[in-house]
């Protein structure tokens, strides 16, 4: 498989996770849900999950399995996290490391094409459900308002231009939340 299917995420929200609608799940046929959590799910510089995120992940969780896939070390964090959203999950998962995802996706007991990977990154995220052969979704990431302006993504949009670069054609699905 060429790097430009690799890094090809299936759905490409131009918005943050929470425009990942029940809709479009049953419109993909997903039936499971891993997610990314640093920038996908929370800012990195925060714990503390928005007063929106909790109504999605019970809206979501009526119709699909979720489990968190966090490259994060920290159990503390991660653990804080999934208790507060009543999910399950994995640290240190190396993305693009299969071997977390596919251990998530075995406790769903589906098939990895029924299972979105959802996250904020190309490169370890969309890289990794790929490679398991699971429906990718990268979303926008999940920033602290007050730390928005300061902070440009670099790295995202350097994952951008190399994916595109390497054949990657990363069309965004304009998706109004």
């Known amino acids: 498989m060429s790097w430009g299917k690799l890094l090809q995420p299936d759905l490409l929200l131009n918005t943050t996770i929470l425009g ?4 479009l799940l049953r419109q993909n046929n997903l039936r499971g849900l891993v997610l990314d959590v640093d920038e996908t799910l929370v800012p990195i510089t925060t714990a503390e999950i928005s007063a929106e995120l909790l109504p999605w ?3 979501v969780r009526e119709i699909t399995d979720i489990w968190l896939v966090s490259n994060n070390i920290s159990e503390n964090r991660i653990k804080r996290i ?4 009543k999910v399950p999950y994995f640290t240190g998962a190396g993305k693009p490391s299969r071997r977390k995802l596919r251990r998530a996706v075995e406790a769903m007991n589906l098939p990895p094409q029924q299972v979105g990977m959802v996250g904020d ?4 995220d969309v890289l990794a459900g790929n ?8 979303v926008q990431p999940m ?10 993504y ?3 949009a350097l994952e951008i231009r190399l994916s595109q670069a390497l054949g990657a054609t990363l069309t965004p699905h304009n998706h109004q939340i």
């Open 20 to 23: 990942l609608t029940p809709d």
């Open 57 to 59: 992940v019970e809206q």
């Open 82 to 85: 999934a208790d507060v959203l």
């Open 121 to 124: 990154r190309l490169f370890t």
């Open 131 to 138: 490679r398991l052969g699971m429906f990718t979704i990268l």
């Open 143 to 152: 920033v602290d308002p007050e730390a928005e302006v300061a902070r440009r």
């Open 154 to 156: 670099p790295v995202h």
